[in-house]
C-alpha cells in the first residue's frame, strides 16, 4: 500500500513537472513576444499579421496543454495531443536542423533560454518519452459540467495570449508618431555614397531608417523590413543611418538575418537631430517629403509594400 501511495505521488509530481514545461513555454514566447513573431514570419510563408496571429495560437496551444495536464482532465485526450504535438515540432525542427544551419535559436522557449534546433529535438525525445510513460500510466479526473468548464477553459486560453499582448493590427493607431515636414538631410555633412554608388535620398521614394547598431527593436526592424522587401520583390529603396561604429555593422546584419542596405553612419549629434530621439525610427518619404514615420511596433508589412511597390 506504501509503495502505491508513492507510486501515485511520483506520478501526480511528473504530469505536473511535464504540464509546467508546457506553460513555461508559452509565457517565455509571449514575454518579449518579439523574437518569436519574427521567427514565425522568418520560416513560414505568412503575411506579417497572420505570423502575429499564429504565434499566438502557437502560445495558447501550450498554454493549453500545461493547464489541462495540471487538471488532470481529459487525460487521454491531453496527452496523446502533447506527444502528437511534440512529433510534429520535432519534426519541423529536424527540416530547420537540415535546410537552415545557421539557425541559433527555435524559439521553443522564446529569448528566455536560446536552443538550436538540434538540441530542442534532444529535448523533445526526452518529454515525449516521458508523455508515453504518463499515458501508460495516467490517471484522470471527472466531475459534473466537466464539458461545460473544459470550454470555458478553451475560450479563456485561446484569449490569454491576444489579451496580454495584442497583435500590432489590433491597435494600429495607438501610436502617435506622425511627423509632418522634410527630412532635413541638409544638416548631414555627408556624400551618400555606398559600395561606389550614390544615393540622392531628396529625390523619389525612400525608406530612410535610424538605428543604433547595439538596439534589438533596431534590429527586429531591419529583419521586418528585409524580409518585406524579399517576399514582395521590391526595389531596394531603403537607406540607413547607424549610430554606432563601422566594426558593429556586419553584427547587425547578422542579428537582423540581412544582407544588407546602403548606410552611412553619424555623429550623434547629427544623428538625434535628424531622427528624433525614439528608436528605431523609421520615415516614408518622397522627393525628401513625410508621408509616413514610424517605430518598431508599427511597421506594417502593407504600409511598406503600398509605399514601394
Same mark, same amino acid.
Given at each position: 500500500?506504501?509503495?502505491?501511495?508513492?507510486?501515485?505521488?511520483?506520478?501526480?509530481?511528473?504530469?505536473?513537472?511535464?504540464? &509546467?514545461?508546457?506553460?513555461?513555454?508559452?509565457? &517565455?514566447?509571449?514575454?518579449?513576444?518579439?523574437?518569436?513573431?519574427?521567427?514565425? $514570419?522568418?520560416?513560414?510563408?505568412?503575411?506579417?499579421?497572420?505570423?502575429?496571429?499564429?504565434? =499566438?495560437?502557437?502560445?495558447?496551444?501550450?498554454?493549453?496543454?500545461?493547464?489541462?495536464?495540471? $487538471?488532470?482532465?481529459?487525460?487521454?485526450?491531453?496527452?496523446?495531443? &502533447?506527444?502528437?504535438?511534440?512529433? &510534429?515540432?520535432?519534426?519541423?525542427?529536424?527540416?530547420?536542423?537540415?535546410?537552415?544551419?545557421?539557425?541559433?535559436?527555435?524559439?521553443?522557449?522564446?529569448?528566455?533560454?536560446?536552443?538550436?534546433?538540434?538540441?530542442?529535438?534532444?529535448?523533445?525525445?526526452?518529454?515525449?518519452?516521458?508523455?508515453?510513460?504518463?499515458?501508460?500510466? =495516467?490517471?484522470?479526473?471527472?466531475?459534473?459540467?466537466?464539458?461545460?468548464?473544459?470550454?470555458?477553459?478553451?475560450?479563456?486560453?485561446?484569449?490569454?495570449?491576444?489579451?496580454?499582448?495584442?497583435?500590432?493590427?489590433?491597435?494600429?493607431?495607438?501610436?502617435?508618431?506622425?511627423?509632418?515636414?522634410?527630412?532635413?538631410?541638409?544638416?548631414?555633412?555627408?556624400?551618400?555614397?555606398?559600395?561606389?554608388?550614390?544615393?540622392?535620398?531628396?529625390?523619389?521614394?525612400?525608406?530612410?531608417?535610424?538605428?543604433?547598431?547595439?538596439?534589438?527593436?533596431?534590429?527586429?526592424?531591419?529583419?521586418?523590413?528585409?524580409?518585406?522587401?524579399?517576399?514582395?520583390?521590391?526595389?531596394? =529603396?531603403?537607406?540607413?543611418?547607424?549610430?554606432?561604429?563601422?566594426?558593429?555593422?556586419?553584427?547587425?546584419?547578422?542579428?537582423?538575418?540581412?544582407?544588407?542596405?546602403?548606410?552611412?553612419?553619424?555623429?550623434?549629434?547629427?544623428?538625434?537631430?535628424?531622427?528624433?530621439?525614439?528608436?528605431?525610427?523609421?520615415?516614408?518619404?518622397?522627393?525628401?517629403?513625410?508621408?509616413?514615420?514610424?517605430?518598431? =511596433?508599427?511597421?506594417?508589412?502593407?504600409?511598406?509594400?503600398?509605399?514601394?511597390?
Amino acid at each position: 500500500m506504501e509503495n502505491l501511495k508513492w507510486k501515485y505521488i511520483f506520478l501526480h509530481a511528473l504530469r505536473f513537472l511535464y504540464g &509546467a514545461v508546457f506553460i513555461y513555454s508559452a509565457f &517565455a514566447k509571449l514575454y518579449p513576444i518579439e523574437g518569436f513573431e519574427l521567427f514565425v $514570419l522568418e520560416n513560414s510563408f505568412l503575411s506579417w499579421n497572420l505570423s502575429t496571429v499564429a504565434s =499566438r495560437l502557437l502560445i495558447a496551444l501550450e498554454l493549453g496543454l500545461g493547464v489541462f495536464l495540471w $487538471l488532470n482532465i481529459y487525460s487521454k485526450q491531453i496527452q496523446k495531443l &502533447a506527444i502528437a504535438i511534440l512529433s &510534429a515540432f520535432t519534426v519541423y525542427l529536424l527540416f530547420l536542423h537540415f535546410s537552415k544551419n545557421n539557425v541559433e535559436n527555435c524559439n521553443c522557449f522564446g529569448s528566455h533560454l536560446e536552443l538550436t534546433p538540434l538540441e530542442s529535438i534532444f529535448k523533445n525525445i526526452i518529454l515525449i518519452g516521458i508523455g508515453v510513460f504518463l499515458y501508460k500510466f =495516467r490517471t484522470s479526473f471527472s466531475f459534473k459540467s466537466i464539458r461545460s468548464i473544459t470550454f470555458i477553459l478553451i475560450v479563456i486560453v485561446l484569449l490569454v495570449p491576444f489579451v496580454l499582448s495584442p497583435p500590432d493590427f489590433m491597435v494600429k493607431h495607438r501610436y502617435d508618431n506622425e511627423i509632418e515636414g522634410e527630412l532635413n538631410l541638409q544638416l548631414l555633412d555627408v556624400d551618400f555614397v555606398y559600395n561606389n554608388n550614390e544615393y540622392d535620398l531628396s529625390s523619389g521614394k525612400w525608406i530612410v531608417c535610424f538605428y543604433s547598431t547595439g538596439c534589438k527593436f533596431c534590429k527586429m526592424s531591419n529583419n521586418k523590413i528585409t524580409r518585406f522587401v524579399e517576399r514582395h520583390d521590391l526595389p531596394e =529603396r531603403v537607406f540607413i543611418f547607424f549610430l554606432g561604429s563601422e566594426n558593429e555593422i556586419q553584427e547587425f546584419w547578422n542579428d537582423s538575418n540581412s544582407d544588407g542596405f546602403p548606410y552611412e553612419i553619424l555623429s550623434p549629434a547629427e544623428f538625434f537631430t535628424v531622427g528624433g530621439n525614439r528608436l528605431p525610427s523609421i520615415f516614408f518619404i518622397n522627393d525628401k517629403k513625410i508621408e509616413h514615420h514610424c517605430l518598431y =511596433r508599427d511597421l506594417f508589412e502593407e504600409d511598406v509594400t503600398t509605399f514601394l511597390e
